[in-house]
Nanobody, 123 residues
Framework: QLQLVESGGGLVQPGGSLRLSCTAS????????IGWFRRAPGKEREGVMC????????QYLNSAKGRFTMSRDNAKNTAYLEMKDLQPEDTAIYYC????????????????WGQGTQVSVSS
């Protein structure tokens, strides 16, 4: 069964940090592009970042530049999204997804999705 499982979400205060994990099963994560997306309350899901097969990283959110970084450990079949200086507007459900192709901020290109992990930023 092809599966992605996100973890690491939670409640943090403004200025805090979190590291989200995305672990694959049923396939080799290193053979796919992995994207991170988020859906804030009342908003459409949007692309956050993506890492390509050559470990290039693409950022799709201007607000995340300088605060979010993405990496992957293919030996652990896991990708990571590290977020620092979190702000209330970062509150969302964060999803990872895989694509057999190049990085893209458009969710319809991705075929396997995790269930999401909630990130809440509040004082």
């Amino acid at each position: 069964q092809l599966q992605l499982v996100e973890s690491g979400g939670g409640l943090v205060q403004p200025g805090g940090s979190l590291r989200l994990s995305c672990t694959a099963s049923g396939f080799t994560l290193g053979e796919y592009v992995i994207g991170w997306f988020r859906r804030a309350p009342g908003k459409e899901r949007e692309g956050v970042m993506c890492t390509s097969l050559t470990l290039g990283v693409y950022q799709y959110l201007n607000s995340a530049k300088g605060r979010f970084t993405m990496s992957r450990d293919n030996a652990k079949n896991t990708a990571y999204l590290e977020m620092k200086d979190l702000q209330p507007e970062d509150t969302a459900i964060y999803y990872c997804a895989r694509r057999d192709g190049g990085c893209s901020p458009y969710e319809h290109w991705y075929d396997v999705w995790g269930q999401g992990t909630q990130v809440s930023v509040s004082s």
